[in-house]
């Protein structure tokens, strides 16, 4: 698919949806930050196969950090049911794609997330929901990993939550170190998942199981 080639316009309008950059981003706008970064590599911009990168890329950008646009708790509130279960309820291999807030560069991998209810659940979809809504922000993997298990517990009042994420970050792998088989494992517990050694050992083995088979 060709772009236009109408030297004068300087961006092509967005193929759907988000509003033109520029009432978006105020003054240069996104695209022009992007520009700027493809001279400053000492690319030149407006060679013909750059010329609509900065559209593109800051497209793409507000879609990988769309996150900031959505509410977790309006998502979650929207789906809890009263149930009077007790038993541990997990959603396994969740995957994730997030962006390092220290390189700009993405992590990726799964998450797995457990709660034990105290008479109310959430539909299973909105924990991957949440898992994104978190995911698609500028994170560290600490963080994404504890603002998980805290907007849980706060929203369902559980016995316990119980969040283990594993991702690759490519800050790690395409650069620096450039250890390409590391994986970088982090985990939050609450309540029983905390306090209870059986909860905390079940979660883990239903985790590794899944890992097996
Ligand atoms: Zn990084």
């Given at each position: 698919m060709n772009p236009p080639r109408d030297e004068h316009a300087p961006l092509a309008p967005p193929v759907s949806g988000p509003p033109p950059a520029g009432e978006r981003d105020g003054a240069g706008g996104l695209p022009a930050v992007i520009r700027d970064l493809l001279a400053g590599l000492g690319e030149d911009p407006e060679r013909e196969g750059l010329r609509r990168t900065p559209a593109r890329v800051a497209e793409a950008w507000r879609y990988l950090l769309q996150g900031y646009a959505a509410d977790p708790e309006e998502v979650l509130n929207n789906a809890l049911f009263s149930e009077d279960t007790d038993e541990m309820i997990l959603i396994r291999d969740i995957e994730l794609y997030s962006m390092c807030e220290h390189h700009l560069l993405p992590f990726v991998g799964k998450a797995h997330v457990a709660y034990i209810p105290d008479g109310r659940i959430v539909g299973f979809s909105k924990i991957p929901r949440l898992v994104d809504i978190y995911a698609r922000r500028l994170?560290?993997?600490?963080?994404?990993?504890?603002?998980?298990?805290?907007?849980?517990?706060?929203?369902?009042?559980?016995?316990?939550?119980?969040?283990?994420?594993?991702?690759?970050?490519?800050?790690?792998?395409?650069?620096?170190?450039?250890?390409?088989?590391?994986?970088?494992?982090?985990?939050?517990?609450?309540?029983?998942?905390?306090d209870d050694r059986g909860t905390r050992n079940e979660f883990l083995d239903l985790i590794r199981r899944g890992r097996d088979n």
């Open positions: 994170q560290v993997q600490e963080r994404l990993t504890t603002q998980i298990a805290a907007t849980l517990d706060r929203l369902l009042k559980p016995v316990g939550v119980g969040v283990v994420i594993e991702a690759t970050h490519l800050c790690m792998t395409m650069r620096g170190v450039q250890k390409q088989n590391s994986v970088a494992v982090t985990s939050a517990m609450l309540g029983a998942f905390r």
